[in-house]
């Protein structure tokens, strides 16, 4: 059982960073790629960064060039370094993993390859 569990959220103003955290467990960490989403009030879940299991990335245009999506395989654990924080960033985030291997053809993007989400953590800009 795949198991996700986020932290790091919070309130920060404008201009501000955070870092979230999403340690995952019940499987083999290294072997999967991973995503975060996010969802804001009255809105759909998006789409917000990805890392394959080599390493490869990819942001949403709305965060890019402000957030860094990183993991330690080691310790089971995928990041979101979020700098230059806007209020529209306002939403909870979800870590995300998808049930099998990605291939190399399939777009990290879409949030219906993703098999198992973690519990959410909020994050609040304020301007």
């Known amino acids: 059982q795949v198991q996700l569990v986020e932290s790091g959220g919070g309130l920060v103003q404008a201009g501000g960073s955070l870092r979230l955290s999403c340690a995952a467990s019940?499987?083999?960490?290294?072997?999967?790629?991973m995503g975060w989403f996010r969802q804001a009030p009255g809105k759909e879940r998006e789409f917000v960064a990805a890392?394959?299991?080599?390493?490869?990335?990819t942001y949403a245009d709305s965060v890019k060039g402000r957030f860094t999506i990183s993991r330690d395989n080691a310790k089971n654990t995928v990041y979101l370094q979020m700098n230059s924080l806007k209020p529209e960033d306002t939403a909870v985030y979800y870590c995300a993993a998808p049930g099998s291997r990605l291939t190399p053809t399939q777009d990290m993007r879409y949030k219906t390859l993703y098999d198992y989400w973690g519990q959410g953590t909020q994050v609040t800009v304020s301007s």
């Open positions: 890392i394959s299991r080599t390493g490869g990335s």
């Open positions: 019940g499987r083999t960490f290294s072997s999967y790629a």
